[in-house]
């Protein structure tokens, strides 16, 4: 079975040479055979994990040759394989017809093999080398599929942003690399992650820690690849590519960080800083992403930075401890991101046939004859909206896994699961409707469905991934930190929850103007925001007085 | 006796100020035939020196030297756009990792193919530099550029060897960079990573100057599908070479 696999990275390869040696014979209709193969890829990866469940046979590991070029069947990589395989051929599909008008369309279709070959190589790779192979070509593939249109050269400042970030990735990999081969003298995964069991206080370069460096490291190289602050710059105006590459990128390759981190995770499970580290530049990433999110006015752009809030609770859930589920996210997020973009262009469409915007409610009222909405007692909404999303969270977490409470990355979850759920029917609450009542009962019904089963679920994938309940426990364990600040944290963080609420809800109640004496502030924040952080200009002004460093230096030296 | 032959040597495996020789030569030919013996045989004639040379003297010195003249050909490549010159710098920032191999007391064979693994880099865009030349009168990024849409298989080679020359997968320099800092200290390994970040911004202005970006310039002929096929198998070549020497690199 496991030499089957080796067709799971290398038929995306092969079609990718078919496309570009037959795509002057076939014309357009190489596309069907790229499809095929994919098809093919995806059946494959299917197989593979469910003989892997069936089997029940344990990691399984194979190499081509004694030194580098090796696969590990794992239920990361199995369950991986499938989704990047099968987001990859609804890519693929629909860019048969979406791409037919433009140049290079066989070209296009090769560049989309080769980037499936390469995250599938990722994703799967049982040594150093072989991972370091495929991490550093989804970049190069990366960026020729974001500067697909050649000429326009927006499109290749952007790809070249992408690309410069991800190269910016791929070196501190190679880094942790060389400090676990220099230490343990081997390549392949299984034997490097038992030795690192054996001796996890390994000393390397100034007497550090080598799993500490490592994951330090690895984090860096995620950071980048997923679009962790301050490395984000490039995800938002990657939109310049083909929409298909939008998709591709959102939900897969964007992801790459998150799996890197899940790969290593024998080596995070010794680095608690590492871990900290985590989840203080996720929580500031999500923060960061969704505040710009809400400043933009392109569909395409607000969903970028949306993935990149998204890549943030990600990497927010690793550094909490819970690997398994920032996995369940990157797929769960990869589905929806994906069909959000490839449906863009209908959103376009149809919001030039209707702009959408509410009437307002006098209008409806005199006009369309339609009753005010009413509103329900505030104090009684609070109650509801605060306490009612934490009851259904901890009930359902009691009844699947009570031992869950015992971990701070637990509570941390629930804090978040819990906020979700508030601004949900705090959400809910500002909508002007007919039956305020009615429609609260639907949502937290809804909620409670949606808890069940992602709690279910995530429980299960959690075992599946991670089947050694005690090396579960030892990730939470690595991510906790001192009981007292964790619960002052936690206390001063829903205060500052509640205290944001109300006072969103008083500035809609009073509806205050914009002009009150704060004006000033809030446009200068506006700003800020709609500027990016002017973190993007900062780069550009580093960059250009490098260039010009380098040009001095030139004609300081004649050139030679 | 050991320190001259390794000062000598300084000149042949270019180490700055030394390597200003090296470029100074490399610019003087048109031919690509000389350049091309030139690119070839010149660091060998290091590697030879080195063999014979005692590296025990100083190897602080040599590596920190080492370090330094890669960093600066590699910063000094961001604004080149003779391609020619580029050529020239990107060897001039390649072949100081010798020194840094060679500290690291390997076979002679080996320091022989690692070297020849750095050079493989900078002769194929001595090719591409010709092909250029050859068509557009001048190897200049940024004088004609969005080649990839009048002549793309000449673009498709320029893409390629820039991918070589930046050291990526599956090219030759990606296995002899692992192979150098598979012994490396960290502040080497720190300055090689950096080296091989400024070798990528510099391949991306490249093809940004030559392949990408609206077409402007003459009307050119692409290369024959003949040559094409020619480069491709040279450059199949030069991976399979690569591989064979590097089965197990690190």
Excluded: C
Aim: charged share 10%.
């Amino acid at each position: 079975m496991i030499e089957l696999q080796w067709l799971i990275p290398l038929l995306p390869f092969v079609a990718a040479l078919l496309v570009h040696l037959l795509s002057g014979r076939l014309g357009q209709r190489v596309a069907r055979l790229s499809v095929g193969l994919n098809l093919v890829v995806l059946i494959l990866a299917a197989y593979q994990l469910f003989h892997y469940i069936a089997a029940d046979s344990g990691p399984q590991w194979v190499a081509l040759t004694g030194g580098w070029g090796s696969l590990q069947i794992d239920p990361l990589s199995a369950i991986m394989a499938l989704v990047v395989s099968g987001i990859s051929l609804v890519v693929h599909i629909y860019s048969v017809r979406y791409m037919v008008e433009e140049p290079g369309y066989g070209r296009f279709f090769m560049l989309l093999d080769l980037m499936t070959g390469s995250i599938l190589l990722m994703v799967m790779a049982g040594d150093l080398i072989t991972l370091l192979v495929a991490w550093h070509l989804i970049g190069v593939m990366l960026y020729f599929l974001l500067g697909h249109n050649t000429e326009p050269p927006r499109t290749q400042r952007y790809a070249f942003w992408t690309f410069i970030a991800y190269r910016l990735g791929d070196l501190p990999l190679v880094l942790a690399a060389v400090i676990l081969f220099q230490t343990y003298g081997v390549l392949d995964f299984p034997t490097l992650f038992e030795r690192i069991a054996a001796t996890p206080d390994a000393r390397t370069f100034l007497d550090l820690p080598v799993t500490g460096a490592v994951a330090f490291l690895v984090a860096l190289a995620a950071f980048a690849k997923s679009a962790q602050f301050p490395l984000h710059t490039w995800l938002p105006y990657t939109m310049e590519g083909p929409t298909p590459v939008s998709a591709l990128m959102h939900a897969g390759v964007v992801n790459a960080g998150g799996i890197i981190i899940n790969r290593f995770a024998p080596v995070f499970v010794h680095s608690g800083e590492v871990l900290h580290l985590l989840f203080v530049v996720g929580l500031l990433t999500a923060l960061i992403g969704s505040v710009l999110m809400l400043t933009q006015n392109d569909i395409k752009k607000a969903l970028g930075y949306s993935t990149m809030g998204q890549m943030g609770f990600m990497v927010m859930e690793a550094g909490a401890g819970a690997f398994a589920l920032a996995i369940f996210h990157l797929i769960a997020h990869g589905l929806f991101k994906g069909t959000l973009f490839l449906n863009a262009g209908n959103v376009i469409n149809a919001a030039r046939r209707h702009d959408g915007v509410p009437n307002d409610p006098l209008y409806d009222f005199l006009v369309e004859r339609k009753s005010a909405p009413a509103s329900l007692p505030w104090l009684m909404i609070a109650a509801i909206t605060l306490i009612v999303p934490l009851a259904i969270l901890v009930i359902v977490h009691a009844w699947v896994a009570p031992g869950f409470f015992q971990q701070q990355g637990a509570i941390v979850l629930l804090f978040f699961g819990w906020v979700a759920g508030v601004q949900v029917l705090f959400s809910a609450y500002r909508l002007d409707t007919e039956n305020p009542l009615r429609m609260m009962a639907l949502i937290i019904l809804s909620f409670a469905v949606i808890v069940v089963g992602y709690v279910m679920v995530g429980h299960t994938f959690e075992a599946f991934l991670y089947p050694d309940a005690a090396f579960r426990a030892a990730l939470y364990s690595a991510a906790g930190i001192h009981e007292l600040t964790f619960n002052m944290l936690v206390v001063l963080l829903a205060v500052l929850m509640v205290l944001g609420w109300l006072g969103a809800y008083f500035t809609r109640v009073r509806r205050q103007p914009v002009d009150d004496g704060r004006g000033g502030v809030w446009l200068s924040m506006y700003s800020l925001f709609s500027r990016e952080l002017y973190v993007a200009d900062i780069y550009e002004r580093g960059t250009a007085r490098l260039l010009d460093l380098s040009k001095r230096l030139n004609v300081w030296l004649r050139w030679s | 006796m050991s320190i001259l032959v390794l000062l000598l040597a300084v000149f042949f495996l270019p180490l700055f100020p030394a390597s200003v020789v090296f470029n100074r030569l490399a610019a003087a030919s048109d031919h690509l035939a000389a350049r091309v013996a030139l690119f070839v045989i010149w660091p060998q004639i290091g590697v030879v020196l080195i063999l014979w040379g005692d590296l025990a003297v100083g190897p602080g010195v040599i590596a920190a030297w080492a370090v330094l003249s890669a960093i600066l050909y590699a910063f000094r490549m961001l604004t080149v756009r003779e391609v020619g010159r580029w050529s020239a710098m990107l060897a001039s920032s390649a072949w100081p990792l010798a020194w840094l191999y060679a500290l690291q007391a390997p076979t002679a064979p080996s320091l022989v193919a690692f070297t020849l693994a750095l050079t493989a880099a900078p002769v194929l865009i001595l090719v591409v530099r010709a092909a250029l030349a050859s068509r557009l009168e001048a190897a200049y990024t940024g004088l004609h550029g969005g080649l990839a849409r009048d002549l793309p298989r000449l673009s498709g080679l320029i893409v390629v060897t820039t991918l070589a020359a930046m050291a990526l997968p599956l090219f030759p320099g990606f296995f002899a960079l692992l192979a150098v800092l598979s012994g490396a200290t960290l502040w080497v390994a720190i300055g090689i990573l950096l080296t091989w970040l400024l070798w990528s911004w510099a391949g991306a202005r490249l093809l940004e100057g030559t392949v990408f970006g609206p077409r402007s310039g003459p009307v050119a002929p692409d290369l024959s599908a003949f040559a094409a096929w020619w480069a491709a198998l040279l450059i199949g070549l030069i991976v399979a070479a690569g591989l064979v020497w590097t089965g197990g690199a690190l």
